[in-house]
């Protein structure tokens, strides 16, 4: 039987034909943009409903709405894809900046739909509710109704959203220009910061220094223009929370993130409690790379050298041999993504750096992009990818107002997928050498969500509480990231990245507030998911969709409760998935006495 071989190059022209030429596209946004006129001019004379009759008007204006979000997200996905292929696409560029206005301007006229409804009577709104076209939506509709009743009036929401285009959004922007045009000397070669970036884990620890050295060289040169990027970042997002009279910075990120307070303060607990075994892992790598203490540039260092390099039909071949034992529709849907050209994943000069999954609602199907180079990371990568594919596909015939889904549980159907790979690659290893070094992969994932997020959230709440009181310098923020990385890691390392601030794109994204702690929920989260995946097997594949299809319908202690039968505003949740990551250290320790 011959060996399948598959495309490493996605196809992107089954969207929109040309690229960022292509006159598809452009039909498709000059369109959109009158949908998008047409829809904001319509809802100058929308009224807010004052009876339940009312309810086929609400239907059609939310279907409306519904078909414009999938229209714009369509476009707006093939641009992120088109940017992270070649980032010297200039015209890609160019339509970023359109989409934005697009978003912005589609934003304004939404939120003034949210207002709207909002006004509804109680009464009035209740009986709505029970309408057959609209009980399906209860559970984002009362969180609209929410979320404009602590909103400001139309016309303030429709300014800020109007300012935000060449304000807020621009500011990222800049950022993103002036990171793009970066580039380091290491080891004689010229390299983006993406590239040189990856060095961190390279084996040769001259090497190592050298890039972290003169990292840090460079984003010394420009600390002062990010630190007036990311002030104005915050200034901008604390001058409209407190408009809108809101006291607490984590309120729009835990609201976006569906979850309380105390759900996030019982995780850190947690994490915060069980620390020692991990500094006890990096104290013992820090000896088997002949130091007393780790130094920053250590933490992604091999400490075995990892023989095991798998082609990329092979690895897609091993994440499918494994998603079969736990979801036969898992693999089936993994396989059209390979079979598909679905994954961007060829190694070429020119790509941005990272990985991601981009939904394009319009024709339900997703595109990732990673650089494959072989390894089992990449492998595990790949899977991590596919588990977002997965979500979306497995809400695809849900009602689009009902798949929007927060990004503390995208990463839980994520990592999942990601489990099951690290996991089997341990189980299946030849070898101690091979079995050290792919536990070090999975222990490397728990120390970056454990000490590295934990360090990322401590240094922005502390920044944001510091901006309230004025523009925050340069070598203050060094210092606030330094005193963060050292009580995150609680010592374990003996040099810090006091540029971390300026150098970790998260910081400046404006989609989202705090893209940090819904990376380590969702971590934990997925573990107590896997453990049960684990003691069902197949028979869990059902529970496991169903699972996903309430993540955009529910806050995540109800998802919690209903699914697992779990409280987790508490800590002994989180320990329970805290304690799976322990046993990895204690593998780890007894291989490498």
């Given at each position: 039987m011959s060996k399948t071989t598959y495309p490493i190059v996605w196809d992107l022209d089954v969207f929109f034909k040309g690229g960022s030429e292509s006159s598809e596209l452009r039909r498709h946004l000059n369109e959109t943009k009158e949908r998008v006129g047409t829809y904001a001019k319509s809802l100058e004379t929308f009224e807010t409903p004052t009876s339940a009759s009312d309810a086929d008007l609400v239907?059609?204006?939310?279907?409306?709405?519904?078909?414009?979000?999938?229209?714009?997200?369509?476009?707006?996905?093939?641009?992120?894809?088109?940017?992270?292929?070649?980032?010297?696409?200039q015209k890609a560029g160019a339509l970023r900046s359109e989409i934005t206005e697009m978003n912005a301007l589609y934003g304004s006229a939404f939120n003034v739909l949210k207002q709207k409804l909002a006004k509804t009577e109680d009464r009035v709104w209740n009986e709505l509710l029970e309408h057959e076209q609209l009980k399906d939506l209860q559970f984002v509709l009362n969180e609209w109704r929410t979320q404009a009743q602590e909103q400001l009036s139309e016309e303030e929401e429709a300014l800020i959203s109007a300012l935000e285009v060449d304000g807020y959004h621009a500011w990222g922007q800049m950022y993103n220009t002036i990171v793009g045009e970066m580039t380091v000397n290491v080891n004689g070669e010229v390299l983006s910061v993406g590239q040189a970036n990856n060095l961190l884990s390279h084996e040769d620890p001259a090497i190592r220094q050298e890039a972290y050295e003169k990292l840090e060289e460079a984003w010394k040169e420009k600390e002062n223009l990010f630190a007036r990027t990311l002030n104005h970042l915050a200034g901008f997002r604390l001058n409209t929370y407190k408009k809108r009279g809101w006291d607490h910075v984590l309120?729009?990120?835990l609201e976006i993130n569906r979850m309380k307070h105390?759900?996030?303060?019982?995780?850190?607990?947690?994490?915060?409690?069980?620390?020692?075994?991990?500094?006890?892992?990096?104290?013992?790598?820090?000896?088997?790379?002949?130091?007393?203490?780790?130094?920053?540039?250590?933490?992604?260092?091999?400490?075995q050298k990892e023989k095991k390099k798998l082609s990329y039909d092979d690895g897609a071949e091993f994440i499918l041999k494994h998603f079969e034992k736990f979801s036969p529709k898992m693999a089936s849907f993994a396989k059209r993504a390979f079979e598909e050209a679905w994954i961007e994943a060829e190694d070429r000069p020119g790509k941005r750096p990272g990985g991601f999954c981009t939904g394009f609602p319009l024709s339900q199907q997703s595109r990732i992009f990673m650089t494959y180079s072989g390894s089992m990371s990449n492998v595990a990568t790949l899977a991590h990818e596919l588990g977002h594919a997965f979500h979306s596909y497995a809400l695809k015939d849900v009602h689009p107002l009902n798949r929007r889904y927060a990004m503390n549980?995208?990463?839980?159907?994520?990592?999942?997928a990601e489990m099951i790979v690290a996991d089997a690659s341990v189980k299946e290893a030849t070898t101690d050498e091979q079995k050290i070094a792919l536990l070090e992969d999975k222990l490397q994932r728990s120390v970056?969500?454990?000490?590295?997020?934990h360090s990322r959230f401590l240094f922005e709440t502390r920044f944001y509480e510091e901006r309230k009181n004025g523009f925050v310098s340069a070598s203050r923020l060094n210092e606030l990231t330094d005193q963060a990385q050292r009580e995150a890691y609680r010592d374990a390392v003996n040099s810090t990245s006091p540029s971390y601030w300026s150098n970790k794109l998260h910081f400046h994204i404006?989609?989202?507030?705090?893209?940090?702690f819904p990376y380590t929920f969702g971590y934990l989260f997925s573990l107590s998911i896997y453990a049960k995946a684990l003691e069902e097997g197949k028979n869990y594949e059902d529970k496991y969709i169903a699972l996903l299809r309430d993540t955009a319908v529910m806050t995540v202690e109800d998802l919690a409760m209903k699914h697992l039968g779990e409280d987790i505003t508490k800590e002994s949740f989180w320990e329970k998935g805290i304690e799976l990551c322990k046993h990895d250290v204690k593998e780890y320790l007894n291989l490498t006495k």
């Open positions: 239907a059609d204006k939310l279907e409306e709405t519904s078909s414009l979000i999938q229209h714009i997200s369509q476009a707006g996905a093939f641009i992120s894809c088109l940017e992270a292929q070649d980032m010297s696409d309120k729009e990120p105390e759900t996030l303060d019982a995780m850190w607990g947690a994490i915060s409690k069980n620390k020692d075994t991990f500094v006890e892992y990096l104290n013992r790598k820090a000896q088997l790379l002949g130091k007393e203490k780790l130094e920053w540039y250590d933490l992604g260092a091999p400490t549980v995208a990463e839980t159907a994520s990592t999942f970056a969500f454990f000490m590295n997020i404006t989609g989202v507030p705090f893209y940090n």
